[in-house]
Nanobody, 121 residues
Framework: QVQLVESGGGLVQPGGSLRLSCAAS????????MRWYRQAPGKERELVAG????????NYADSVKGRFIISRDKPNNTVYLQMNSLKPEDTAMYYC??????????????WGQGTQVTVSS
């Protein structure tokens, strides 16, 4: 079955960097777009970044543009989120996501367990 396992979170000072990883299994990784979401306490889950199946197209939330970079390693079925110039408002649980289409035009979302990122001095 589909499995997404995030890692790389932690405590970092403002201005610091972290790289999150998401190891994917149970599906043909190279065929699907991958996304990173985050959810801060008391807030809705929001899309942070996405990368197309071929890796040639990416998109970012306005709040992270110019600071975060999403990439994917197809041979290792892993998607990364490089986070630079981190701010306290980046503090959240970060989740990896893949959406797979179902018969009938609907789609199923799969999520990892999340990795906590805390930006604080």
């Amino acid at each position: 079955q589909v499995q997404l396992v995030e890692s790389g979170g932690g405590l970092v000072q403002p201005g610091g960097s972290l790289r999150l990883s998401c190891a994917a299994s149970g599906f043909t990784f190279s065929n699907y777009a991958m996304r990173w979401y985050r959810q801060a306490p008391g807030k809705e889950r929001e899309l942070v970044a996405g990368i197309w199946s071929g890796g040639e197209w990416t998109n970012y939330a306005d709040s992270v543009k110019g600071r975060f970079i999403i990439s994917r390693d197809k041979p290792n079925n892993t998607v990364y989120l490089q986070m630079n110039s981190l701010k306290p408002e980046d503090t959240a649980m970060y989740y990896c996501n893949v959406q797979r289409p179902l018969v009938g035009g609907t789609a199923m979302d799969y999520w990892g367990q999340g990795t906590q990122v805390t930006v604080s001095s």
